[in-house]
């Protein structure tokens, strides 16, 4: 088992920066490969990005290729979603997973934090 924690969302203005965290508990974080998903006001829940368990790939979603940046520090049990440049249409609900990465860039989350409130104004 994973438990997961989020902080670090909130309300900013459009063009503006946040960075999410996520803590897990348990020994075998860096055995898991971790993610960030978002769901937006009556919209399905979709992948944002994912890291491999050493941190040495990364992969995004093309709604936030190259403003937002996952990464993760093993030795304290945290995954990072640094975010630039936020358009409105970036707020949502965004929930931290660890799951499983496979060599085609395909992510499958097992485990999933309760989420955090991102709004950005325009």
């Known amino acids: 088992q994973v438990q997961l924690v989020e902080s670090g969302g909130g309300l900013v203005q459009a063009g503006g920066s946040l960075t999410l965290s996520c803590v897990a508990s348990g020994r075998t974080f860096s055995s898991y490969a971790m993610g960030w998903f978002r769901q937006a006001p009556g919209k399905e829940r979709e992948f944002v990005a994912a890291i491999s368990w050493s941190g040495g790939s990364t992969y995004y979603a093309d709604s936030v290729k190259g403003r937002f940046t996952i990464s993760r520090d093993n030795a304290k049990n945290t995954v990072y979603l640094q975010m630039n440049s936020l358009k409105p249409e970036d707020t949502a609900v965004y929930y931290c997973?660890?799951?499983?990465?496979?060599?085609?860039?395909?992510?499958?989350?097992?485990?999933w934090g309760q989420g955090t409130q991102v709004t950005v104004s325009s």
């Open positions: 997973n660890a799951g499983r990465l496979f060599v085609s860039g395909s992510y499958y989350p097992d485990y």
